[in-house]
Every structure is written in structure tokens, then in C-alpha cells.
């Protein structure tokens, strides 16, 4: 584990990514962090500082200057703010004299370098000759803490044998050697994610076992991101982010620990990870969506097209209601950026402008995707833009069914797929015998008043869908027992079935007010975090919950709105 901790740690880019693990190493450790990094505010040349027991067994104060990648020369004295020599001088000449408090003033302080790398043999007598001229015995001392010397903390604190036996061990680094695969599917992974928090009876141990356990798997995700960043599969980083923020939610609620100061940390700097991960990958995608059927695989079949679009329409989206959503969660640092925000929405127009293949669903269940991209684009007011898309859904699905290709099937099968477009097929009658995607559109018309797109709709429902059983799941009280682990629909609630298409969009409004107003629509118990009703759906399919279309309150606000 040491050689893949420390590659790790040469992966590291950007300051606050060590900066957020050292405190993490040093709580495990069994020291009290009292300063971790700010931005904006001076420091002194001290980015965290601690009390904790060294490995003399003296209690001491510990004052780390971390910087990434190796140490040299040009690190030293540079003339730079960020310079090793000039953030050392000032911790002896302004942090230890002016910001250690009187209970601490009498106890050793260590300063120690910390960085990702390792030393270069070039500063050696540059950092010796500094240390042998500040040193104070019983009073200042120095270390360096490279590399390595993070890796066997990192492996005796995090990663303890106690915590994490072999056989899960052995999971792990079958996921780092498998990760640049674009077809694995990460389910050695899921497995230690499964070990770890719920096959071990993690829930009996105490707050402080548990909470090394989730030190652990912040850890392991932190690295599984990193390695697939490294291969280029940025994508196994996303879903690694997506299924551990679930199942860690799912732990600490079933368990009754969300009121757990220290635990529920872990959960959001995870959410955090997610949060960042969904930005680079979209941020990756966004030269793409920006030129014609950039998205578009040369040569590739429409089919695969239609699953590729229809995937990172529905990624997008849930990054934009990510990135709303942070904003009311206090513990989430996130410096809201209104241009960014609006970036996003953008971005969605541009793709669904640029790929045509946007218009034609291959799927039914490709209405999670359109929903999540319909939420994001009515909290922006783009009921034009909106308008001008559902008519194109709905002209693409009529032309797409006349000429028995490409239309929606009631399936997510992809055999079914390649049967009914490219092999010996049945009739295609028997490929749409129920159908989510119509009366979730129709929702939307009567919801947002497209009354012309209602009126073509109701037409294609009745040619086109007349024997299709017209359908929309409904959550009950047994979601949250399910819907962090697994598609809920699969386990809990029931399908409103068969659900008329009226004729007259008025007589569809009052059964949606009906709906509104009868007890199918279930209190929500997740306030703190409900933004993984969104992620639930978009990673395991589940049908996104029907309030986002019957509920007058904006289902991300939780308790708040």
C-alpha cells in the first residue's frame, strides 16, 4: 500500500489538496488540529498547526508549511511569497512569537515541511545549515515530511491493518490496476465499499473506530479519483463519487449518526469530492458541446450516439443542481459563482442545440436525463428554450416510430436495443407497452403552460400510444430504507397506472392537482441533503421522484424552502 499511497501523493496538483489530507493524517493520528489553511487570511507561513504526542513521547506543537511536489532549490528562496525560506522565517519571527496561546508557549514546537514529494539532494545543505543555526534545544525543531514519509503515516494511520484487512486490500488495488479500463464497472470498488461499511457491523464499534473507517474510504476515493484522472477515465472517478457519497449517507442515516459532529464531516467533505470531480469532468466536456456534434462518436452507430448524449445530458445537469444546491449546505465549502452557475445552463442549451441526437430518445427511461436538464433549465425561467426542445422530442419520437427505428423502447435492455433497430424484430407495438416518458412530458407541458406542445403531444399519445399503458412511479414511506443503494423503484412505492392523457390540458392540470393534494406525494425525510434524490436517480435509474413536477417547493431547498 505504501508505493500506491505515494504515487498518490505525486499526483497531488493543487495546495489544498494536501492541505485537506494532512489534517486528516493528524486527527487519525491522535493530535488536536487547532489551524488548518485559509484563503485570504495571512498565516504566518503556518498552514495547519496541532498538539500531539511526537514520537519521542513529548507533547508538542506542530506547525506545518506544506507545498506540492518535490523540494529543491527553486523552492528555497525564490523571491516568491510561497518561498520554503521566507514561510519558515516567518513562522520564528511572527507565528510562534504572536499566535501560540499562553497554554501552549512552554511546549516544544516543531516546524515541519511537508510535501508530496521527496527532498532533492541539491537543498540538503541549504535545509541543513537552516536548521542547524534555528534549532533550540527543548525549545525549536525541525522535520521534513516527504513522500515517503507520508505514505507509512498514511498506512499505519488510515489505511491500519485493523481497519482494512488483506482481502479488502486486495479489492482496492484491483480497482487502481483496472480503472483505465473504460469497460469495468468498478464493482471491486463497490465491494470494499460494501466490506468496510456494512458487512463488518461497523454500526456496534465505537465513534472513533467509525470514524477511521470513513477516514479510510475518503481516503481510498480520493486516490481511486486520482488514479483515474491519471489513466484518462475520469468518468470511473465520477461514479466512484456517486456511489460512495450514497452508500456513506446511507450508513451514517440508517444508523442514526447523522448527529454526529465529526462523522457528518466526512460525509460532505465526500460530497465536496463529488462536487469537484463533476466539475472537471464537465469542464472537460464543455469544448465538445460547443462545436456541432462534438459529442458525436465519428462513425458510430446512432444507437451509441443517443446513449452517449442522453449520459452526459444527464451528468450536466445534475452538476448544475449540484452546484445550486451547495449553496444552502453550510458545511459545504463552496464559493457560489453566479457566472459559473449560469455557465452551466449554457452549457446545457449548447449540447442539446449542437446534437440533434438530444431529440431522439432510444430509451423510456431516458426521461431521468431530460428531467434532470427540464429542472435545471425552468430554476434559469427557459420556458422558450424548453418549449422549442419538448416539440422537438415529441416530432422526433412521432417520426422516429413511423419509421420503426429509433424510437423509445420500454426497456433499458440493450439487446432490446440492438433487436428492434438492427436485427429480426417484433412487432414494434410490443416494444412500447408501457411508457414513463409521455405523461412525465405531459407533466411538464401543463406544469411550465406549453398548451400547443400538450395538444401535439395528446395527438402522438393517441396515434402512437393509444395500448400503451401510461405510467409514473411514486415514492413511499419505505424510500429512504432504499434509495442510497439501490434503484428504489426496484423495492418501495407503487405506479400510478393506467394515467390518462386527457384531451384538454385543463382536465390533465386537475389530476395533477389531485395528485398534489392526495397522500401520493410523500413527505420528503432527507432536508439536509437532498440533493442525492438527484444523484440516486441519475446513477442508479431510478425514476426522478414526481415531485420536481407536482410540488410547488423546490425539492433541493429541503427544510429551507
Known amino acids: 500500500m505504501k508505493l500506491i499511497i505515494k504515487e498518490y501523493l505525486s499526483l497531488l496538483k493543487e495546495s489544498k489538496e494536501l492541505d485537506s489530507l494532512i489534517p486528516e493524517l493528524l486527527l487519525a493520528m491522535g493530535h488536536e488540529v487547532i489551524s488548518k489553511p485559509q484563503i485570504g487570511v495571512r498565516q504566518y507561513g503556518v498552514d495547519v498547526a496541532c498538539i500531539g504526542i511526537d514520537e519521542d513521547g513529548i507533547k508538542k506543537v506542530f506547525l506545518f508549511t506544506i507545498k506540492e511536489g518535490d523540494f529543491g532549490r527553486s523552492d528555497w528562496d525564490n523571491g516568491s511569497l ?41 537543498i540538503d545543505d541549504n535545509w541543513d545549515g537552516y536548521i542547524e543555526t534555528n534549532s533550540k534545544k527543548d525549545e525549536i525543531e525541525f522535520d521534513f515530511w516527504g513522500g515517503d514519509k507520508l505514505a507509512i503515516l498514511i498506512e499505519k494511520y488510515i489505511f491500519d491493518e485493523f481497519i482494512i484487512p488483506k482481502e479488502q486490500r486486495s479489492l482496492f ?87 454526529k459532529r465529526n462523522l457528518k464531516d466526512i460525509l460532505y467533505k465526500v460530497y465536496e469530492k463529488n462536487l469537484n470531480t463533476i466539475e472537471k469532468y464537465c469542464k472537460k466536456i464543455y469544448p465538445l458541446i460547443e462545436v456541432e456534434n462534438g459529442l458525436s462518436l465519428r462513425g458510430a452507430d446512432f444507437l451509441q450516439e443517443s446513449l452517449i448524449l442522453f449520459e452526459q445530458l444527464g451528468i450536466l445537469s445534475l452538476y448544475g443542481s449540484m452546484y445550486y444546491s451547495s449553496v444552502y449546505m ?167 397506472a393506467p394515467l390518462p392523457i386527457y384531451e384538454k390540458n385543463s382536465e390533465m392540470e386537475s389530476l395533477l392537482e389531485k395528485i398534489r393534494d392526495s397522500e401520493h406525494l410523500i413527505d420528503l425525510e432527507n432536508n439536509e441533503m437532498p440533493i442525492l434524490y438527484f444523484i440516486s436517480s441519475r446513477y442508479f435509474r431510478m425514476p426522478m421522484l414526481p415531485h420536481i413536477l407536482m410540488n410547488d417547493k423546490d425539492i433541493l431547498l429541503g427544510a429551507k424552502s
Open 82 to 122: 510561497q518561498a520554503v525560506r521566507r514561510s519558515l522565517n516567518e513562522i520564528l519571527d511572527s507565528y510562534i512569537p504572536k499566535k501560540i496561546s499562553p497554554d501552549n508557549k512552554l511546549l516544544v514546537k516543531k516546524i515541519i515541511l511537508a510535501t508530496g514529494g521527496d527532498k532533492k539532494q541539491e
Open 173 to 259: 488495488r484491483k480497482t487502481l490496476a483496472l480503472i483505465g479500463d473504460t469497460d469495468y464497472d468498478l464493482r471491486d470498488y463497490y465491494e470494499f465499499l460494501d466490506e468496510v461499511l456494512f458487512k463488518n457491523e461497523l454500526q456496534k464499534e465505537s465513534d472513533k473506530k467509525i470514524l477511521k473507517a470513513l477516514r479510510l474510504i475518503y481516503l481510498s476515493l480520493n486516490i481511486v479519483v486520482y488514479w483515474s484522472q491519471s489513466e484518462d477515465n475520469l468518468k470511473h472517478g465520477l461514479l466512484a463519487t456517486e456511489r460512495t457519497i450514497l452508500n456513506v449517507y446511507e450508513f451514517l442515516y440508517s444508523n442514526d449518526l447523522m448527529s
Open 330 to 496: 453550510d458545511k459545504v465549502q463552496n464559493d457560489f459563482n453566479y457566472e459559473k452557475y449560469r455557465d452551466i445552463k449554457e452549457h446545457i442549451k449548447l449540447m442539446i442545440k449542437n446534437h440533434k441526437g438530444l431529440y431522439n430518445p432510444v430509451y423510456d427511461e431516458h426521461i431521468i436525463d431530460i428531467s434532470l436538464a427540464l429542472y435545471l433549465l425552468e430554476l434559469w425561467n427557459e420556458i422558450e428554450f424548453i418549449d422549442k426542445w419538448i416539440y422537438n422530442l415529441i416530432s422526433h419520437i412521432e417520426f422516429a416510430y413511423y419509421q420503426g427505428n429509433y424510437f423509445p423502447i420500454d426497456t433499458n435492455s440493450f439487446e432490446d436495443l440492438v433487436e428492434c433497430n438492427l436485427g429480426d424484430k417484433k412487432a414494434k407495438e410490443e416494444y412500447i407497452t408501457t411508457s414513463t416518458l409521455i405523461p412525465t412530458l405531459a407533466f411538464w407541458c401543463v406544469k411550465l403552460g406549453l398548451i400547443e406542445n400538450y395538444k401535439y403531444l395528446y395527438q402522438v399519445s393517441q396515434d402512437i400510444f393509444k395500448d400503451t399503458t401510461s405510467q409514473i412511479w411514486f415514492a413511499d414511506n419505505e424510500l429512504e430504507k432504499y434509495v442510497y443503494k439501490t434503484n428504489a423503484s426496484f423495492e418501495c412505492g407503487y405506479v400510478f
